[in-house]
């Protein structure tokens, strides 16, 4: 191999159900992971149900007003206590199986004869609880017994990306509506997706739209190959549209020094967050097989956006299109992980260099002690 190029990955990474089911224990299920937007639940007893890693996870508001997060598991006999995706429930969860019932803050609170046990304790025997915090108005939760630091798995991104966590503060997500949702069943490993994302070489190819509002992503180098740099949109651009024509007044605590720029963020593992100056596009990743990922997409909005109506369709087909034109390439190279082909890996080019260190970073994850 030339000094130019940097080896990835073998194929096997990316189609072995072993080494998924190890991603699944040692990352998933290990690392912070964004479950949901907070503002999905925003009455007591609405819930959601999000699979992360090899476990469901019931994401509830009890009503004091907060939120919950519990293993979807029935203390009884395991029976999973929400089919639903999403719902809500006057006062508490019932198992459906043996109708033991638990209060929305997870404690058990009756069951068939309970009374006739009275040394049961209902808060040991209560949902089996799971870590949560909200940030940027999404609930992230942390399965691992002891978390790691959230602010050292999380708010880092932010901070290797921008230089800087106040980089962020100007756009003031937690304070954004969504305007509009898409989800993406991608026929494809998520490595490949995160792979894509975070670089710009494809670009010329793939994203004429994208590269027309932004011309410098047609060089090859994505925004987050530079620590602090934001992508400059073209002279003739008025706003991050699929035409490049105006879109929204600019968040209003926005510095002016990132008008007019597209900044884009990785957060391991399973988090993309796109800023612009009139608002921000935010992807989840939920892997499920070694061949299959769904990505919840957000646009998110000033309030003022969405509670009046405005019409958000042509900055979110600008990114629509840029996430279809990317899943498309990635579940074209799902097939060819498993060719004879691309069994020793393929290369990196320079400008794909910071991908070699996410591979670097995956691999310490996998070979990591338990």
């Not at 609170?109 to 940030?135: C, F, Q």
Request: aromatic residues 10%; hydrophobic residues 40%; contains cysteine.
């Amino acid at each position: 191999m030339t000094g130019s190029l940097i080896s990835t990955l073998e194929g096997r990474y990316y189609t072995d159900p072993a080494i998924f089911a190890r991603e699944q224990a040692r990352i998933f299920e290990q690392m912070w992971f964004c479950a949901v937007k907070s503002d999905d639940l925003p009455n007591a007893g609405d819930f959601r149900t999000v699979q992360v890693g090899r476990e469901s996870v019931l994401i509830a508001r009890d009503r004091k007003g907060g939120l919950n997060a519990f293993l979807n598991v029935c203390r009884h006999r395991g029976a999973r206590i929400c089919v639903d995706e999403a719902g809500s429930v006057k006062r508490a969860f019932q198992c459906p199986y043996h109708a033991w019932t638990y209060a929305l803050d997870g404690n058990l609170i009756a069951a068939p004869n309970l009374t006739s046990m009275p040394d049961v304790d209902r808060v040991a025997y209560g949902l089996t609880k799971v870590h949560l915090r909200e940030w940027l108005g999404y609930v992230w939760v942390n399965l691992a017994e002891d978390p790691p630091s959230f602010e050292d798995d999380v708010l880092s991104a932010v901070t290797e990306r921008l230089g800087s966590l106040e980089g962020i503060d100007g756009y003031e997500i937690d304070q954004l509506s969504v305007g509009k949702r898409i989800v993406y069943d991608v026929k494809a490993n998520w490595k490949l997706i995160i792979e894509n994302f975070m670089e710009c070489y494809h670009c010329a190819t793939i994203h004429p739209e994208l590269t027309e509002v932004l011309p410098e992503f047609a060089d090859g180098y994505a925004a987050q190959y530079y620590v602090g740099h934001g992508a400059e949109f073209g002279d003739e651009i008025r706003g991050f549209t699929v035409d490049g024509s105006e879109g929204f007044e600019k968040l209003s605590a926005l510095e002016e020094e990132r008008d007019r720029k597209y900044y884009a963020i990785t957060v391991k593992p399973q988090v993309f967050i796109n800023l612009v100056p009139d608002h921000v596009i935010l992807h989840r990743m939920y892997p499920l097989a070694a061949d299959r990922t769904i990505v919840e997409c957000d646009w998110l909005y000033a309030k003022e956006v969405v509670d009046t109506g405005r019409d958000v369709s042509r900055s979110v087909e600008l990114f629509h299109r840029v996430n279809e034109q990317d899943f498309e390439a990635c579940e074209r190279c799902q097939p060819a992980m498993s060719s004879r082909a691309y069994a020793q890996g393929g290369v990196l080019v320079p400008s794909e260099h910071h991908i070699g260190g996410f591979h670097a970073w995956l691999v310490q994850k996998l070979e990591s002690a338990d």
